[in-house]
């Protein structure tokens, strides 16, 4: 057997560990090693992995952004009746202010008149009866802001009486495309009126024909849906096309996600990433997250992880979640990028405060593990529970493995006596292979709660074997060697297949020095010496 340079006592002491020790201490850690590292580099959420369309990000916001309307083009009369009475309406509808764009005399109104608008606006806001409903109006470059009073300063009875569908109706049936979107969303919201998706839509389409890139945007979106509208894939990507050179990136990115995923259309990663890319010319955090994940991946592009690396860095800075695990898992593992796992653990910290389930488990596995950031079991346990909670099949079975894990090593205290034994069972029925693994260590010790049990131990690791688990061909390697049911030739069988799989101990007793041993030495030089 060639040795090459490394301290003969610490392969006689893992020989040792090998022949005679309980396999679960060693073997779960080696196992955690091999397994874990097909989620550590880059790990993309199965939501992640097939993009959904956005639907909800154009919509109205009826008690944060306010509203905007357009008064462009309107008679001055029209333009008042606009103005007084959606300042009243915008009570009942709980908007906190309205944006008025009324131009400084470039444009010509209906009557050949420039800039009266814009004169006027001072005289209609100042009017007594909008007193009781405005706070303070600022002025900018051609336009108003309006900012209403708060909820706590005027009644509800005079919201109630101010809040009149038809004369929103009215108004929206004089053209202006604003209110015409505002009536629409009323209608498919269901707010304040009876929902009604087939009114919504053909109000949206009235709006998406005077080219406002919301209402194309909110209609393509229907119609990809088939609510309030016939279910028509390509007319929906005209729409969304539209609504794109109009301004609105989601447009863009929800073309991308229809050819990413193949939605009525031919699935083509090619025309997805163009789209995305668009989406991304406009600013779109989700774009740049999503476009990150394509190019490490190499669909519709080249696959290049210095590029990824860019995109996930774009998008975490504009404040996209996703893109802040990514670009975390890709300097903590050196991808495409400088090593720097003080900086990963900062994006993974931040992603686990905006809820994002992914982070929480990566962030509280660096606070277990001491990973850059300070070895905090108590911290560690509550980004583990908060992913436990998130839904999210994989990350669930992690965080509840790992919970059971600092319970089992009694670095945190049980909440109740079979807290321990509950999460084991638990991340076993989720799917996750290493609680699988320990489960069967479990009942072949008869530990932890659970009767000693060969059989069982044996069920538990031919399935975890099945997926190739080195631990668990040598687990079953033991078991056939010195278990109830020796058994020589499916021993060697198992044996030999751990080995296959680089499990250390097995490559140990066939005479071979495992990686983690060459790494230990090449790391420990002091130690090593030639024999």
């Not at 005027?154 to 108004?171: A, C, F, N, T, V």
Request: proline fraction near 3%.
């Amino acid at each position: 057997m060639r040795h090459e340079q490394y301290s003969y006592s610490i392969y006689l002491l893992l020989v040792f560990f090998a022949l005679f020790s309980r396999p679960s201490a060693y073997a779960m850690m080696e196992v955690e090693e091999d397994f874990s590292n097909q989620r550590s580099g880059i790990s993309q959420l199965k939501q992640e992995e097939f993009p959904t369309m956005e639907g909800d990000q154009e919509k109205l916001s009826f008690d944060v952004t306010g509203l905007r309307i357009d008064l462009h083009g309107e008679s001055l009369k029209d333009a008042q009746d606009i103005v007084m009475n959606m300042i009243q309406q915008a009570y009942g509808l709980n908007s906190h202010e309205i944006h008025f764009i009324c131009g400084r005399g470039n444009h010509v109104n209906k009557n050949g008149q420039r800039g009266v608008i814009w004169k006027a606006m001072p005289t209609w806001l100042s009017d007594p009866s909008m007193a009781s409903f405005i706070d303070h109006y600022t002025k900018g470059l051609g336009t108003y802001n309006v900012v209403l009073k708060s909820s706590k300063e005027i009644s509800p009875e005079i919201k109630r009486d101010h809040l009149k569908i038809d004369i929103i109706e009215e108004l929206a049936n004089k053209g202006n495309p604003q209110i015409q979107l505002l009536l629409a969303e009323l209608y498919i919201e269901g707010k304040f009126i009876k929902q009604n998706y087939k009114t919504g839509a053909s109000w949206l389409k009235k709006a998406a024909d005077q080219e406002l890139g919301q209402a194309q945007f909110r209609l393509g979106y229907m119609t990809a849906m088939g609510k309030g509208a016939i279910y028509n894939p390509l007319q929906s990507i005209e729409l969304y096309e539209k609504s794109g050179k109009n301004g609105i990136s989601n447009g863009y990115l929800n073309i991308g996600t229809m050819y990413y995923v193949g939605e009525g259309v031919e699935q083509n990663y090619t025309t997805s990433h163009y789209y995305y890319r668009l989406a991304a010319k406009l600013g779109n955090p989700r774009a740049y997250n999503l476009l990150g994940i394509m190019t490490r991946k190499g669909l519709g592009t080249l696959p290049s992880d210095e590029m990824a690396v860019l995109w996930d860095r774009k998008g975490a800075e504009a404040g996209e979640p996703h893109a802040m695990v990514n670009l975390g898992c890709m300097l903590i593992d050196g991808r495409g990028v400088l090593k720097n796992e003080i900086e990963g653990a900062k994006w993974l910290k931040k992603a686990a405060e905006a809820g994002i389930a992914e982070g929480q488990l990566r962030y509280g596995l660096l606070c277990k593990n001491g990973t850059r950031v300070p070895k905090e079991y108590e911290q560690a346990a509550l980004w583990l529970k908060r992913a436990a909670a998130s839904g999210l099949r994989w990350i669930v079975a992690d965080a509840q493995y790992h919970l059971y894990d600092l319970i089992n090593t009694k670095k945190i205290k049980p909440s109740h006596t079979d807290e321990a034994k509950n999460l084991l069972k638990a991340a076993v029925k989720n799917g996750q292979l290493n609680a699988l693994y320990e489960l069967g260590h479990c009942y072949r010790f008869g530990s932890h709660g659970f009767p000693r049990n060969e059989a069982k131990a044996k069920q538990c690791y031919l399935k975890a074997s099945t997926y190739n688990h080195g631990g668990a061909f040598y687990a079953l390697y033991e078991l056939y060697s010195l278990g109830e049911e020796v058994d020589e030739e499916k021993a060697s069988y198992y044996l030999n297949k751990a080995a296959q799989l680089g499990y250390s101990m097995a490559l140990l007793l066939k005479g071979i020095m495992p990686r983690s041993v060459q790494r230990f030495i090449e790391n420990n030089p002091q130690n090593s010496s030639e024999k």
